[in-house]
Antibody, heavy 120, light 108 residues
Framework: EVQLVQSGAEVKKPGESLKISCKGSGYSFSSYWIGWVRQMPGKGLEWMGI?????????KYSPSFQGQVTISADKSISTAYLQWSSLKASDTAMYYC????????????WGQGTLVTVSS | EIVMTQSPATLSVSPGERATLSCRAS??????LAWYQQKPGQAPRLLIYGASNRATGIPARFSGSGSGTEFTLTISSLQSEDFAVYYC??????????FGPGTKVDIK
């Protein structure tokens, strides 16, 4: 059974750093793309970026998120990451990881989501 | 960036009725269009990919059609578990792969 299990909810202060994770199981982690999707409170879905764990140099960002976050993966432990170096209140959102079978492909499996709250 | 629009924003339907949701792209995305269902407090779930292919385990009452810039999701006979928000998403062009704003299907 394919599963993506994300790390737990986080409460942080503005300016703090954060790294959240997404662990894949039940499939060949290195052979599928993993992406991150943001959903701000009461709002829609936004692709942030995607990575191919089989070649972690292959990472692509949406323009709105380029330079704001870093996406990485460790194929040895089947885990993808999303990190911030300096959080802002506007980063408060639910973050989902999602698997894609190709670069031009939909997201067929999703993690349960990680709620990030940034507040002073 | 390709802009996706969805109509209507809210659709009120009685159980057992048919629901038709529309999605439009600002330029052609060929057939690289997916539909997702999201219920409150849950992650999105893939329903349709390639504009008209049902994802694994999706009931036959869900169907998709269209290509280019105009797409439709049809739910032939709404069940209680189908009341949710539905998003279309193009994956033909990156960056980025854009979602529509969603259509909320609620109980009439």
């Amino acid at each position: 059974e394919v599963q993506l299990v994300q790390s737990g909810a986080e409460v942080k202060k503005p300016g703090e750093s954060l790294k959240i994770s997404c662990k894949g199981s039940g499939y060949s982690f290195s052979s599928y793309w993993i992406g991150w999707v943001r959903q701000m409170p009461g709002k829609g879905l936004e692709w942030m970026g995607i990575i191919f764990p089989g070649d972690s140099d292959t990472t692509k960002y949406s323009p709105s998120f380029q330079g704001q976050v870093t996406i990485s993966a460790d194929k040895s432990i089947s885990t993808a990451y999303l990190q911030w170096s300096s959080l802002k209140a506007s980063d408060t959102a639910m973050y989902y990881c999602a698997r894609r079978w190709g670069f031009i492909a939909p997201a067929d499996y999703w993690g349960q989501g990680t709620l990030v709250t940034v507040s002073s | 960036e390709i802009v996706m629009t969805q109509s209507p924003a809210t659709l009120s339907v009685s159980p057992g009725e048919r629901a038709t949701l529309s999605c439009r792209a600002s330029q052609s995305v060929t057939s690289n269009l997916a539909w997702y269902q999201q219920k409150p407090g849950q992650a999105p779930r893939l329903l349709i990919y390639g504009a008209s292919n049902r994802a694994t385990g999706i009931p036959a009452r869900f169907s998709g059609s269209g290509s280019g810039t105009e797409f439709t999701l049809t739910i032939s006979s709404l069940q209680s578990e189908d009341f949710a928000v539905y998003y279309c998403q193009q994956y033909n062009n990156w960056p980025p792969n854009t979602f529509g704003p969603g259509t909320k299907v609620d109980i009439k």
